[in-house]
């Protein structure tokens, strides 16, 4: 019996496979209907991803007794989301206040299973977050002075949460619902066909014959790669899967091979076309288009890829990395033939979204249509039926999988969120910033930047921005900053804790993968992702840099300005052979290059 029939044989294949169509199939009909109440679609969102982390959890070593809890909370979670779902109408007539036993169970159940969620979806640290937000919301009103609250009506409190637009049904699970998702689907349908392996075969016949090529290839597939995943560790686990052995197999130090594989893949949240779900949050609490944050992030990522290259290629001199063979350089009739599997639905997608004006998830929806019409071939460019049936109902589980996951933090986040906002917490949070930081702006970024830092080490990048930029935005825009600027920085400075110690997510997962010792890993990642501390101060001090769409000259020089100063920081860091006093020149003159602006 062929692998095909024993899957169409497993009953278990049968139910994930049509949970997982019912998911993407109704988000992308979502794209075209547009008129389903919030409070109808986001808790059906809710109640599709709830069996992901509570029924077919990939975790084998969980306990009976937390499986049993889980199911549990998943059938009362699922049947308060049912009740939210059938009495929309009269509980957006009640304004946020619980009324009756039933309708405070629903509360209950619903913030008890999506803090789990968040628990088995990315551990600990953001869910104790949100129940530290929850008791700070329920008993603040008994702290003393500045930080303590009014006392909050429990019925408001739980209701503002539950079942109105406040908490875990607020605009973020709202972009959770109608954008992420929907990118989501465009990347798990691209990674399951040939887009993967033509990203990969491109880089390599692009930078496989450099000096130091398999890590230039690392670099330039996790760019790729990453602008569709927009999620570093994925990023690290796919790419580096091949490029990290490619890399010790031609005698590079274990160590760099993971660094440069960690810091390549980091940067993939921060290139455009697609830059993850912190990405499209941030256009829908800027309230604006999505081009315009691509516009102001494409200067600033390159420069960050730029200053991972040079790092790679004086690490390449150090170490005498030679190019990859000619064998391992796919010939360029098959780089030519897995092309179009990436550049059909990139440019369906980018010419929509830049060119017809198209929404994103309007222009996602046009590129899902594509990649999945590709599954239909293979990279032979012959059709399959068997293997296209396969290929799209893989497409559909591993979209259904990531939508879950993040979807368990982003609804996490709005608890967080939410609390802020009934409590007032969050203002009173900025003044006490705007005064320990007495009026300098770079005070308030270096304060902002240690929050970004030590939050990212704890919860994810997304779950950390959306927190950061909550409190510190806007101090940051009373200090002068435009909106943008504000919001850019603390995203790319809420990406420093996946290279930075103690905790460094990609490092950890490269390091797995080199296996080699993750102190090493992270020390040679810092000094290439040098640029991820640099360039979010480069772009206030030089803030035509983020201004390509109106200033496009002056962004330019900013580039080419910021670029050489990186190139002189990336060598003064990385080339330990050089005098120390002449690597120390090189680094005060980068510093000066970088941080004296156009006027």
Known sequence: MSEIQNKLLSPKYVIVATLALFTVGFHIYLIFTGLMPNLVSRPIHLALVLPWVFLLTLDENISKLTKYIGYILLVCAMFSSYFIVTNYSLLEEQYGSLEGPLQYFVAISLLLAVLEMARRAVKL????????????????????????????????????????????????????????????????????????????????????????????????????????????????????????????????????????????????????????????????????????????????????????????????????????????????????????????????????????????????????????????????????????????LDGCITASRQIATIASVIICAGIIIGVLNVTGVGVKITSAILFLSNGELFAALLLTAIACLVLGMEVPTTAAYIICVSIAGPILEEYGLSAIQAHLFIFWFALLSTITPPVCGTVFIASGIAQTNWLKVASKAMKLGVGLYIVPLAFIVNPF??????????????????????????NALVNDKQKTSIRIIFAILALIIVFIPFQ
């Open 125 to 392: 640290a953001l869910p104790l977050t949100a129940a530290i937000a929850l008791a700070y919301g329920l008993l603040g009103h008994y702290i003393p002075g500045d930080f303590g609250h009014n006392e909050v009506p429990l019925e408001s409190f739980l209701g503002t949460l539950v079942i109105s637009e406040g908490g875990i049904y607020g605009s973020l699970t709202g972009v959770s619902v109608n954008v992420v998702a929907v990118f989501v689907i465009l990347g798990a349908f691209v990674g399951v066909g040939e887009g993967g392996n033509a990203f990969m075969s491109l880089s390599t016949k692009i930078a496989g014959r450099l000096r130091g090529g398999a890590a230039k290839v690392s670099v330039l597939a996790s760019a790729f790669f990453g602008s569709i995943s927009g999620s570093a560790s994925a990023n690290v686990a796919s790419t580096g899967a091949f490029t990290i052995p490619t890399m010790k197999k031609l005698k590079y130090p274990s160590s760099l091979a993971g660094a440069t594989e960690a810091v390549a893949s980091t940067g993939g949240q921060i290139m455009p076309p697609l830059m993850g779900a912190g990405a499209f949050i941030m256009a829908e609490l800027l309230g604006v288009q999505y081009s315009a944050i691509m516009a102001a992030a494409i200067f600033p990522a390159i420069l960050f890829f730029f200053t991972v290259w040079i790092g790679i290629d004086v690490f390449a001199k150090k170490y005498n990395l030679i190019a990859m063979s000619d064998e391992d350089i796919p010939k360029l009739n098959i780089v030519l033939r897995l092309s179009p599997f990436f550049a059909i639905p990139f440019g369906i997608l980018l010419y929509a979204l830049l060119i017809m004006g198209k929404t994103p998830q309007f222009s996602a929806a046009l590129a899902i249509f594509a990649s999945v019409f590709l599954l239909l071939v293979n990279r032979d460019w012959k059709i399959s039926f068997k293997e296209f049936l396969f290929k799209f």
């Open 545 to 570: 840099l983020i201004k390509p769409d109106t200033h496009f000259s002056f962004a330019l020089l900013s580039f080419v300005k910021i670029a050489l100063g990186l190139w002189l920081l990336s």
